[in-house]
Each structure stands twice: as C-alpha cells, then as structure tokens.
C-alpha cells in the first residue's frame, strides 16, 4: 500500500526566514509520481510540481525549491526568504503507477502541513 | 482555456436527502476521480473512472454513487446511506501522462 507522511502538522515562520517542508513516502512501485500543492484558504488545489521516480534532479523555480531523494524516500520543499502569501496548507501526493495502457493515477496524499508566515 | 468546473460551490442538504455534485472538463482526459477532504485531513479518494461507462471504488466509496455516461462528465451522488457527508469535495482528471488537473470544489454541509 502507498502511503505519504508530512510529519509537520503546522510551521509558523516570521517573513523572509527560509521554512522546509518535509515530505515521506512509501511505494512498491518503480514507477511513480511525486506532487506538491498548494490549498490556501480558498480551498482550490494550486499545482506546484510533479516529479517522475526515474529523475533525482533537484528542482528551483523562484523562491521554491524541491529536494527528492529515493534512497530516504523523501520529497522535501523548501520555500526561500518566505512571503506572507506563501500562507496556506501544502499537500505532497504519490501517484500510482498507472494501470496497464491506462491513463489512471489515483493519489495517495499526506494530511497537509499548514504554513503561516508572519509579517 | 481548459479546466474543470464543478458546481455549486456550496451545497446544503437535510437529513435523508440524496444530493448530486457536478463535474465537467474540458481538457479531453481520459481519467477522472472524485476526493473527499475533512478539515486537518488530506484528500481521500471516493471513486475514479479510467473511460466512459466504467468507474472503481477508492478508498471511501460507502454512501456514494457515480456515473460516467460521457467523457467529460463524472458527476457524483452523495446518498443517504453516507452516514458523514458534510465534506469539501474535489473532482480532478489526469491525461496519460499524469497531469493533473482539479476543480475549485464544492464544500457540502448537512444542515
């Protein structure tokens, strides 16, 4: 069974402070998908990245960056110099491998970490 | 653009009542799903549907209906028999390369 743990249920951080965002996951498969979204309060799911299991690279876009690593298990997200916008709570999810000619990825997520940033 | 519209966004229901949310989408995918999410709780899937006239059970299926009479549309059936409905409700879809694509939700209460 796949399962997705972020061990951090809330992270209070003061604007411009660097937070990480720990993200562990447990899968039989070879093949599968990482994501992280993004719920602010409005409730709708923002997409942030997916990452397939074949590629470790490490990933930044402006002030986010991602560190997966298959060894630990682990997709971690890290958000630089955070911004009171970057409020809200993120979800890391683990795709299936899709089934055979299928286009079918059910998720499995973790229960979220709510991220408050303080001015 | 293409995306996803579910509606309403907010839905009321009594006791008893079977009620009926919306999804549509226009992206062409293939692959549909419906999640449930209840506060300080991740999403947990209902039931999903790979093509047309076909759909399986998630994790919580109990108390829940869908159908799959069109590719764009995965509507689904809160019944009576689900015993906890009041829920934030999330559609998504998913092309064969795992773009994933959800809805804005519609947050359901029992009143």
């Known amino acids: 069974a796949q399962k997705v743990t972020q061990a951090q249920t809330e992270i209070s951080v003061v604007e411009k402070e660097d937070v990480t965002l720990d993200c562990v996951y447990e899968?039989?498969?070879?093949?599968?998908?990482l994501f992280w979204y993004k719920q602010p309060p409005s409730g709708e799911l923002v997409f942030l990245i997916r990452?397939?299991?074949?590629?470790?690279q490490n990933e930044i876009s402006g002030r986010y960056s991602w560190n997966f690593q298959k060894s630990t298990s682990s997709f971690n997200f890290t958000i630089t110099a955070s911004q009171v916008v970057d409020s809200a709570v993120y979800f890391c999810?683990?795709?299936?491998?899709?089934?055979?000619?299928?286009?079918?990825?059910?998720?499995?997520f973790g229960k979220g970490t709510l991220l408050t940033v303080n001015p | 653009d293409g995306g996803i519209t579910q509606s309403p966004k907010y839905l009321f229901r009594k006791e008893g009542q079977n009620v009926t949310l919306s999804c549509e989408q226009n992206?062409?995918?293939?692959?549909m799903y419906w999640y449930r999410q209840d506060p300080g709780q991740g999403l947990r899937l209902i039931y999903y549907?790979?093509?047309?006239?076909?759909?399986q059970k998630g994790d919580i299926a109990e108390g829940y209906s869908v159908s799959r009479e069109k590719k764009e549309s995965f509507p689904l059936t809160v019944t009576s028999a689900q015993k906890n409905p009041t829920a934030f409700y999330l559609c998504?879809?998913?092309?064969?390369?795992?773009?994933?694509?959800f809805g804005s939700g519609t947050r359901l209460t029992v009143v």
């Open positions: 990452r397939n299991s074949f590629d470790e």
């Open positions: 998504a879809s998913s092309s064969r390369t795992a773009r994933y694509t």
């Open positions: 899968t039989r498969d070879t093949t599968y998908y």
């Open positions: 992206l062409n995918h293939d692959a």
């Open positions: 999810a683990l795709s299936e491998e899709r089934d055979s000619g299928g286009s079918n990825y059910k998720l499995t």
């Open positions: 549907s790979q093509i047309v006239n076909d759909f």
